[in-house]
């Protein structure tokens, strides 16, 4: 039985089985039932959609923490490093933690074929059941219907949005995308959504129907207020507070607290008082996030379309002048991406950063009328000094939000 000594030596081994392209949820669903199917021991939800999957989840976690739960969290990919894939209580999971249940996985890598986010799922699923959790959140990879994940048999099936996005893997309407991410919704398992998009709401009530599963539509609150770098607003007759000022934050956080509120004969737990101090306590690395204060500096993992408008709805909110840095995949429709910032940014330097998928800085400017920086650390600096009074946003790939949250924690 291969086994290793290190976390490191494991994580190696991991990361050379990044992708093999094959979904695994059938080769997963095999082993699971090998091993006596641990996961339908397991209380969770599931949370799929284009973009706030993560947020969602996130508000999730600290609300069910607020009141007095032990919640475990899978969520991808990781900010910082592969631990904070595997949550308790929003704590990353230890160094020998990790290290005990890859080992633990490691005879069904060759049997099953299995790629590093299958055993990521498994690890989650093992480590879970192992440190027993009151209930875990599932957030789905990629797509839905194939998606590793998707072995779990949850209290309730969350999506929160459908957007262009991986096109190649989910199809190139918004319908055939729809259809993916539905593949999560369950026999009589409550589906709860955001979504406002007609095509894909006849998705998801036809997908729903045929499994027997109520659907929930959850209404984006009108009346949100920004105040000291907070967002305020009402909904479900319930005053919330969020410490963020990220307008997108509303929806996920209103999606979040539909569900819970609708759960709490399950968790009796729960008051409406935890509730707030959970959304409120809430925050979401990398998301709209503030790491300095002269000039504002504010990073976004705004990774495709639909996210790029999402940030730039904030900007009326944030001093100008505005710089932006920005650099993505060139798996990404990364030029209409850039040409939406152009717009409304008062400046754009493009950026690129160490990944195997990234599009270069010259592939990014092409064609347009924009400052060429390929070192994302001078990016940073130049910025900062010609716009000391404003605003510097940066944004584009999670995998260049992780770089440059680093290099500006380390710059204090």
């Given amino acids: 039985m291969m086994t290793f000594d290190t976390i490191d030596a494991a994580l190696e081994a991991l990361m050379q089985r990044r992708s093999n392209g094959l979904p695994g949820l059938e080769q997963l669903k095999q082993c699971l039932s090998e091993l006596g199917n641990p996961h339908l021991k397991l209380k969770s939800f599931h949370i799929g959609g284009t973009n706030g999957k993560g947020s969602t989840t996130n508000y999730l976690r600290s609300m069910l923490q607020e009141s007095g739960y032990r919640v475990g969290s899978f969520s991808s990919p990781h900010l910082v490093s592969h631990h904070d894939r595997f949550r308790i209580d929003n704590q990353p999971i230890s160094d020998d933690d990790l290290l005990y249940w890859i080992n633990q996985t490691t005879p069904y890598w060759g049997k099953y074929g299995f790629s590093m986010f299958v055993i990521d799922m498994l690890v989650a699923i093992l480590y879970f059941l192992d440190q027993e959790v009151d209930v875990a959140l599932f957030e789905v990879g990629l797509g839905g219907r194939l998606d590793a994940t998707n072995v779990i048999i949850p209290l309730a099936s969350i999506i929160t949005n459908i957007g262009y996005d991986h096109m190649e893997q989910l199809g ?241």
């Fill in 172 to 412: 190139d309407t918004l319908a055939l995308i729809a259809a993916e991410k539905a593949g999560i919704i369950k026999d009589h398992v409550p589906l709860y959504t955001c979504e406002n998009k007609p095509e894909c709401l006849d998705v998801f009530a036809a997908k729903a129907k045929e499994h027997q599963a109520p659907l929930t539509r959850v209404f984006f609150p009108r009346n949100a207020q920004i105040k000291d770098h907070h967002l305020f607003f009402t909904t479900r007759h319930i005053e919330v507070e969020l410490s963020t000022i990220a307008l997108y934050q509303v929806a996920n956080a209103s999606l979040a607290l539909a569900v819970l509120l609708d759960y709490r004969q399950e968790f009796p737990l729960i008051s409406e008082d935890s509730l707030r101090r959970g959304l409120k306590q809430a925050v979401w690395p990398g998301r709209f996030e503030i790491m300095g204060e002269h000039p504002l500096i504010i990073i976004d993992g705004a990774h495709n379309a639909e996210g790029i408008e999402a940030l730039i709805q904030n900007f009326k909110n944030i001093p100008r002048p505005i710089t932006v840095i920005y650099s993505a995949l060139k798996d990404k429709p990364y030029h209409t991406m850039l040409k939406a910032l152009i717009q409304v940014a008062d400046h754009v330097i493009v950026s690129e950063f160490e990944m195997y998928r990234k599009a270069t800085a010259d592939e990014l400017a092409n064609g347009f009328q924009v400052t060429v920086e390929p070192d994302y650390q001078q990016a940073i600096e130049t910025a900062i000094r010609n716009n000391p009074e404003g605003t510097i946003v940066i944004t584009g790939s999670l995998y260049f939000i992780s770089d440059v949250r680093a290099y500006l924690n380390q710059q204090g």
